[in-house]
């Protein structure tokens, strides 16, 4: 497995344009717009940081996993993720490896990418993402 870059980090928010106030105004930050993945039950709005992006996740359904985040441990960062070359055989290295993953095999996700989840229990608390991008 190649670990390419940090990709993006995750950031659960209750509502994406208050938290891109701070982002975009504060910082500087330009947001590229919102997208729904409606799989996922959430929208997401991008801020590019140059390689890397800010992701803001707001949920659409007070059933998402976005809604059910924020719930249990407040708005704030959910996720990292890390750029891979080749998302499944990076996923086929893990299960070798015996790590508890949340995605067996990538998923379509915000921005085109393939995307999987490696369990929190498996990294010491961090919800990692993989993702690859064509």
């Known amino acids: 497995m190649k670990i390419l870059c940090i990709d993006h980090i995750g950031i659960a928010a209750n509502s994406i344009n208050e938290s891109a106030d701070f982002y975009t105004g504060a910082l500087g930050l330009k947001m590229t717009g919102t997208e729904e993945v409606a799989e996922q039950k959430v929208r997401t709005a991008f801020l590019p940081t140059g390689e890397s992006e ?34 499944e055989g990076a ?44």
């Open 91 to 134: 996923l086929d290295e893990l299960k070798a490896k015996g790590v508890r993953l949340i995605d067996e095999k990538p998923r379509r996700g915000a921005g085109g990418a393939m995307i999987a989840f490696i369990h929190p229990k498996a990294t010491g608390g961090v919800l990692l993402e993989l993702c690859q991008r064509d």
């Open 54 to 87: 800010l992701e803001i996740l707001e949920s659409t359904d007070p059933e998402g996993p976005i809604a059910k985040y924020i719930a249990k441990n407040g708005a704030g960062i959910q996720h990292i993720a890390l750029r891979v070359d080749n998302l």
